[in-house]
Nanobody, 112 residues
Framework: VQLQASGGGLVQPGGSLRLSCATS????????MAWYRQAPGKQRMAVAT???????DYANSLKGRFTISRDNAKNTVYLQMNSLKPEDTAVYFC???????WGQGTLVTVSS
């Protein structure tokens, strides 16, 4: 099983980023997937989820700014992040539901 998140970087407040998470070793099209983030000194929290039927859900504080999507042909889940704020700074991870082994996350830094 491999979960490889990418697309992070340094962005100014108000900017956008699109994260990708390429997966292998799971029956991706049948899995619900989720994005999580872990800010410095804080616990990992769920950001967004998407079911195999493309139903989505978001952390209340992020609704309207983040969009999760998936491409079953590429075994990849995405997170479009708009209107980024400094408090969005964190390492972002993806995982299936239920979890498998965590992969390497991607660091998002929102700063001017």
């Amino acid at each position: 099983v491999q979960l490889q998140a990418s697309g992070g970087g340094l962005v100014q407040p108000g900017g956008s980023l699109r994260l990708s998470c390429a997966t292998s070793g799971i029956l991706f099209s049948r899995k619900s997937m989720a994005w999580y983030r872990q800010a410095p000194g804080k616990q990992r929290m769920a950001v967004a989820t998407i079911t195999s039927a493309n139903n989505t859900d978001y952390a209340n504080s992020l609704k309207g700014r983040f969009t999760i999507s998936r491409d079953n042909a590429k075994n990849t889940v995405y997170l479009q992040m708009n209107s980024l704020k400094p408090e969005d700074t964190a390492v972002y991870f993806c995982n299936s539901i239920p979890w498998v082994a965590w992969g390497q996350g991607t660091l998002v830094t929102v700063s001017s």
